[in-house]
Structures are given as structure tokens and as C-alpha cells.
């Protein structure tokens, strides 16, 4: 996707089978977009993570690899034990509930804060951020 890094900060996953492990994650995730953790801070790593809607859909599917993936992160990388993960959805709430019923939607995670940005379009917010850069550049 060109939206996301060129690079991305990886973790070490302790076992036989990493690829399967992040395989079976990703396919959790709308257009195979696996969490990404594409921003720390130097000093009190804290991060910023990137991927797309979880396929929970009407019934609320769940993935194991997908909720460890997050411990490993919060373990790992940030070395939190509290609630340490705010999840932005830039979508409103009805546009997440509505994707529900194509079998996308949106999960609230242990260890998390969750909150709804309620941008109408993100794609067109985008767009206008490429022609403003453009414009001035």
C-alpha cells in the first residue's frame, strides 16, 4: 500500500513459525495489512501502528495470532504493562458497524483505549493532503 512506510520496525517472533505465525495474522486484517509498527519515540517508546480493519464481522470472529501480536508488541517493543494502546478507527461508528455486515468491522482490545475519529472520507482527506503538498512543493 503506498500510504505505508518503505520500512517498518520488525519484532522477533520467539518460535519455529514465524511465517505461518504472521500469514495467519494478516489474513485477520483487511487486504492482508498486518499491524506495522511504523513510528517510535526515541526516548519514552511509545509507538505508532498501522493496519487495516479486523475481518470480525456480524458475529464478532476473532484470531489468536491477532491478539498476540498486540501482547507482543505492548511485551517487546514498548515494555507496557498497563493499558498502553489507543486505537484511533479514523472511520465514523456507522461506517464501522455497516462493514460488519461485509464481514469487516472493528475490535476493542484488552490493554486498550478505543475511540471512533469520525472522518467521513478518509481516502478523499488524503487525497486533498497529496494536492495540498503538491501545490506548495
Not at 102 to 127: D, M, P, Q
Request: aromatic residues 10%.
Amino acid at each position: 500500500c503506498n500510504t505505508y512506510p518503505n520500512y517498518a520496525i520488525t519484532l522477533n517472533i520467539d518460535n519455529d513459525q514465524n511465517d505461518s505465525f504472521i500469514i495467519n495474522q494478516a489474513s485477520f486484517r483487511s487486504k492482508n495489512r498486518f499491524p506495522a509498527v511504523v513510528w517510535q519515540h526515541p526516548i519514552t517508546k511509545a509507538c505508532l501502528l498501522r493496519c487495516s480493519q479486523p475481518l470480525t464481522g456480524f458475529l464478532g470472529n476473532e484470531n489468536q495470532n491477532d491478539q498476540i501480536m498486540l501482547d507482543l508488541i505492548q511485551n517487546k517493543v514498548i515494555s507496557c504493562e498497563d493499558t498502553c494502546f489507543f486505537v484511533a478507527d479514523a472511520r465514523p461508528i456507522i461506517n464501522a458497524v455497516a462493514n460488519k455486515f461485509v464481514g469487516a468491522g472493528y475490535k476493542k482490545y484488552k490493554n486498550s483505549k478505543f475511540e471512533f475519529l469520525g472522518i467521513e472520507n478518509i481516502h478523499v482527506v488524503r487525497e486533498s493532503l497529496q494536492k495540498l503538498k503538491k501545490s506548495i512543493i
